[in-house]
C-alpha cells in the first residue's frame, strides 16, 4: 500500500515521500507484468507440447491404420489365390487370430503413449503452477 504524502520529522519535502511510493507501485507492477509473461510463456510452451502430443499419437494411429489395412490387402491376395472353400476359411481364421492379437498390441502402444502425454502435461503444469 503507497505511504500518504506529508511531511516526516526530518524531511518537510511531501515530494520526498511521494516519490518513493512511486518507485514501490513502479517497483510492483514490473513484478506483476514480469509473473503475467512467465504464465503466458509457460501457457505457451503447454500449448506446443500439447499440439506436439497429439501430433504424436495421430502419427502412431496413422502408422497402425496403414498396419491393419495392408494386412486386409495381404489377406485379400491371399483369398483371390486360394484353391478351395476350406483354404480361404483357414485364411480368415488365422488372418482373425493374427489381427486380435495386432489390434490388441496397438492398443496397448497407444493407451501408454497417451498416458504418457498426459502425465508430461500435468507434470508440465503443476510445475508452472506450483511455484
Request: glycine share 8%; net charge negative; aromatic share 6%.
Amino acid at each position: 500500500m503507497a505511504q500518504p504524502i506529508e511531511a516526516g520529522p526530518d524531511d518537510g519535502r511531501p515530494h520526498v515521500t511521494a516519490g518513493r511510493s512511486v518507485a514501490e507501485m513502479r517497483a510492483a507492477y514490473e513484478r506483476s507484468f514480469s509473473l503475467c509473461q512467465d504464465v503466458l510463456l509457460h501457457w505457451e510452451g503447454l500449448t506446443v507440447q500439447w499440439a506436439l502430443g497429439l501430433r504424436e499419437i495421430g502419427s502412431h494411429i496413422g502408422r497402425n491404420a496403414d498396419v491393419n489395412i495392408r494386412a486386409l490387402f495381404d489377406l485379400a491376395e491371399q483369398q483371390a489365390q486360394a484353391r478351395s472353400a476350406s483354404e480361404i476359411a483357414a485364411l480368415q481364421g488365422r488372418f482373425l487370430q493374427e489381427q486380435s492379437e495386432r489390434m490388441a498390441a496397438q492398443f496397448e502402444e497407444l493407451e501408454s503413449l497417451v498416458s504418457s502425454q498426459v502425465r508430461t502435461l500435468q507434470d508440465e503444469f503443476r510445475q508452472g503452477f506450483g511455484r
